[in-house]
């Protein structure tokens, strides 16, 4: 079956434009997460959608940053204004809820 | 807070060897921890998930242990071949929650 997929697969864009970064998660996934991946950094949590509950947006770095998930499938990531600092692989996960989570090919973003 | 650590950083090893990657976690109230490849430029792929409440978990020459008393989980890779060089990454989730803590990862070279 079709796995997560994510787009644009690359973006680069000017410091202080906004982009928009897209996840098609697996069908019947209730649960999308989105985490960054950056050098030094490793891995990090930015935000959690599980089916109709309030998101838990505890891992997003600024207000900078916002998510929204559709119809509770496709979801986009949001960063206004972006920064140098902001250039990182984003990585979109979806699973059934505290089980196995499944991983997208991710964004990666360079900010100039 | 939970902090993963995976240890070596980098391992080289001749083709055929079986070897250990270690993975330990500070906060052993965990609901699963995920055993994750990643290769270059690529996203995620999902080889074992382990739940707290078993000791391991097997699938063809991997195997993964999880001792939740020690904070630890090692990943052991039978007869390796030079297809399982990439990065391992190992994470936990904690218990009341939904999202993932990643080590830094282990990247594995298997020379022919």
């Known amino acids: 079956g079709a796995g997560v997929s994510q787009s644009p697969s690359n973006k680069v864009t000017e410091k202080g434009k906004d982009v928009e970064l897209r996840c098609d998660p697996i069908?019947?996934?209730?649960?999308l997460y989105w985490y960054r991946q950056s050098l030094g950094q490793g891995l990090e949590f930015l935000i959690y959608?599980?089916?109709?509950?309030?998101?838990?947006k505890s891992g997003l770095p600024s207000d900078r940053f916002s998510a929204e998930r559709t119809g509770g499938s496709v979801s986009t990531l949001t960063i206004q204004r972006t920064q140098q600092e902001d250039s990182a692989v984003y990585l979109c996960?979806?699973?059934?809820?505290?089980?196995?989570?499944?991983f997208g090919p991710g964004t990666r973003l360079t900010v100039l | 807070k939970q902090e993963v650590t995976q240890i070596p950083a980098a391992l080289s090893v001749p083709e055929g060897e079986n070897l250990v990657l270690n993975c330990s976690f500070t906060?052993?109230?965990?609901?699963?921890l995920q055993w994750f490849r990643q290769d270059p430029g690529k996203g995620l792929t999902s080889l074992l998930l382990i739940q707290s409440s078993q000791r391991e978990q097997t699938s063809g020459r991997l195997n993964a242990s999880l001792d939740k008393s020690s904070g630890r989980s090692t990943l052991y890779i039978a007869a390796s071949q030079p297809g399982d060089s990439a990065t391992y990454l190992c994470?936990?989730?904690?218990?009341?929650?939904?999202?993932?803590?990643f080590g830094k990862g282990t990247m594995l070279l298997v020379s022919p």
């Open positions: 069908s019947g996934h209730t649960a």
């Open positions: 994470a936990a989730m904690n218990s009341g929650y939904s999202t993932l803590t």
């Open positions: 906060d052993s109230a965990i609901y699963n």
């Open positions: 959608f599980q089916g109709n509950s309030a998101p838990d």
């Open positions: 996960a979806s699973s059934l809820d505290r089980t196995a989570q499944y």
